[in-house]
């Protein structure tokens, strides 16, 4: 069986080959068609140029900046892929660049970000230096990404012929130059008109061809749900009926709402609880339920900011709970998590008003950032995770959240799916 290389262009590119949310679009759409071959679905890659201007044709300068984080991936809001022949949807990632601000500091090293996705994912670990390299550089640059996700992330090849899923569809919705942009001294006032285009679009990937005969009649793969809430108590309750039966990790990151697409703000920070006056409102205990009893911990998690509150360091059951959510903990030998990273040591605001404060502000972070979020794993000892179809999934917190500012919650859910082909079309099973 031979293997062929595609590129594909976005099947809704205008005529100038420029796509700018600013200009009105909102989605990019790649089509890989229907064809006797399998889908290599770790070959898949978006290619392309992005560039971040200040204002119509003048390059981005300081205050302007960018999650040095995410870099390419903070232009992308979600993403969704379907069958072409039968318009049924296989995955859909809303937030998507939320997810990747957890999933990314858990799965690669700060090393990495310095060399290999530096080059490929325009990130960098160090705030400045990735301004100053690809926001400031008055030049388009240029990327080659990956979509991590359940589908793509997955082991098994994926069947396009027309008896089988027909060709897919990946759809990107592009996120709002507000949420992209935003200031680092907290005042956006320059910065109304800046906003971010890309050009020189296509996806390629590797395809295998196949004797029909040969293709089994479903596949099953990782697939990543979303689900959103806010939180503004000091005993906040956190459930959906999630209705997926092979449940296997729940990861969740949060951030004050009013940082959401407000350009005086980066919002896509994992940041920890807080209060209006840039206090740290400690998380004191976590509970995690599933039908309202207390699953798959039987026990209520207290931090160590309950009996030590000048403890700055993250609770280390916590954070080891967080990263296993992501990637197993004892197999996790690339990541960005640090002392500094993770560390209560800073203020969530941009600019420091009290000149004895001499904590970082969040902006600043090194490594990459602050990376802090609230996960646990249903599959520790292996198994197929935990059924949710009939009980509600549920996540208690205990915090020092004393004044009235509301947390977005984003709530990302790694269970196992199946696609079942026959003569009627395919079925998705979750």
Known sequence: MANRYLEIGASNVPSTGKVSFREGMANLIFQIPAMNSNLIPSSVRIVGKVQFFKSSGAAGSSPMAVDERLGVYSCFESLTSRSIRHQQTIENIRHYAHFLSNYLPNTSS??????????????????????????YSGKP????????????????DIPLSNDMLGGIELVLSLASDNQVIYSLTGKDSALNDAHYEFS??????????????????VFTYQSISSYYDTINSQNANV???????KVR???????????LNNRKQNG?????????DDSVANIKKVVWTKGGRLYPKHFELNSVIRDSPEQVLEDPVILKDYVSSIQKFSSNMRNTLSVINTSRDFTPAQTDTDPNDVRTQYTNIPDGGMVFGLGITYDELGGEGSDFRDENWGMNIQSGLTS??????FIFVNSEQSVFFNQNGIQVVQ
């Open 239 to 245: 459930s959906f009926n999630l209705g997926l039966s």
């Open 268 to 276: 896509y920070s994992t940041l920890m609880l807080s209060n209006l």
């Open 404 to 409: 009235n500012n509301p947390h977005s919650v």
């Open 110 to 135: 700060v090393k990495d970000n310095i060399s290999a996705l530096s080059s490929q994912l325009l990130t960098f670990p160090n705030w400045k230096g990735f301004n100053e390299s690809v926001v």
């Open 141 to 156: 640059q240029e990327f080659c990404c990956p979509l991590p996700c359940g589908l793509l992330n997955g082991t098994s």
């Open 249 to 259: 990790s729940v990861v969740s990151s949060f951030i004050p709402s009013s940082y």
């Open 200 to 217: 020189d679009l296509k996806l390629v990937c590797e395809v295998q061809d196949t004797i029909p005969s040969d293709v089994k009649p």
